[in-house]
């Protein structure tokens, strides 16, 4: 079946520093990623909409400055949090939706970051 | 603003009994919903969809309930299995909106003791 592979599965970096989190779709292509994050004890709680070569569509309240998001080809989205800080600290996993199967979705592992 | 509410953050049962998860949204317009479980540190694995147009699913030892009259649908395991310890949540999509992009719950723990 279709699969998103995320990557890294955990980073700690220091406050100020940026880093990026990687989603790639094996054997099929993803016109759009959409990005979570989830807090502890909180739901999942979409951050952005990206698309293939346009620009990315953000929900209310997150910074697109801060959390830079390029989608260049049909098999890549990335994530760059830029200058990262502690309240970032959180779990950010991406979907895609995949067209094909019961649930014509399929959700990347999962990235940990923790800002020190 | 939560469109999609689980009220119970946590769920005991025993081993073979019946667990059942509820999930309440006030988006009138949410026409596909989706239960998922999710593992610490992995992404979340899907269970169970229902659209809009039923009132229940089942699959194996999984169902799914939905009462669009009450804006509630519900998650029933049976037998539940030590195996099905795992945070469930529910989500809820507009499909003509944007498919794939969901509003999720809070997420309910389970947890199935011998």
């Known amino acids: 079946g279709a699969v998103v592979s995320q990557h890294p599965s955990r980073v700690i970096c220091k406050s100020g520093t940026s880093v990026k989190i990687e989603c790639r779709s094996l054997?099929?292509?993803?016109?759009?990623m959409f990005w979570y994050r989830q807090f502890p004890k909180q739901s999942l709680m979409l951050m952005a909409t990206?698309?293939?070569?346009?620009?990315?569509?953000?929900e209310q309240g997150v910074e697109k400055d801060k959390f830079l998001i390029n989608h260049a080809s049909l098999t890549l989205s990335t994530l760059t949090v830029t200058s990262a800080h502690p309240e970032d600290s959180s779990f950010y996993i991406c979907?895609?939706?995949?067209?094909?199967?019961?649930?014509?979705?399929?959700f990347g592992s999962g990235t940990r970051l923790t800002v020190v | 603003d939560q469109q999609v509410k689980q009220n119970s953050p946590s769920l005991s049962v025993q081993e073979g009994r019946i667990s059942i998860l509820n999930c309440d949204y006030t988006?009138?317009?949410?026409?596909?919903f989706l239960w998922y479980k999710k593992y610490p540190a992995e992404g979340p694995t899907f269970l169970i969809s229902i659209s809009s147009i039923k009132d229940k699913n089942e699959d194996g030892r999984f169902t799914v309930f939905l009462n669009k009259s009450a804006k509630h649908l519900s998650l029933h395991i049976v037998p539940s299995q030590p195996g099905d310890s795992a945070v469930y949540f529910c989500a809820a999509s507009l499909t003509t909106d944007s498919w794939g992009k969901f509003q999720f719950g809070a997420g309910t723990q389970v947890v199935v003791t011998p």
């Open positions: 988006n009138s317009m949410f026409d596909y």
């Open positions: 990206s698309n293939e070569g346009s620009k990315a569509t953000y």
């Open positions: 979907s895609a939706p995949t067209w094909e199967g019961k649930d014509g979705y399929t």
């Open positions: 054997d099929f292509q993803a016109t759009t």
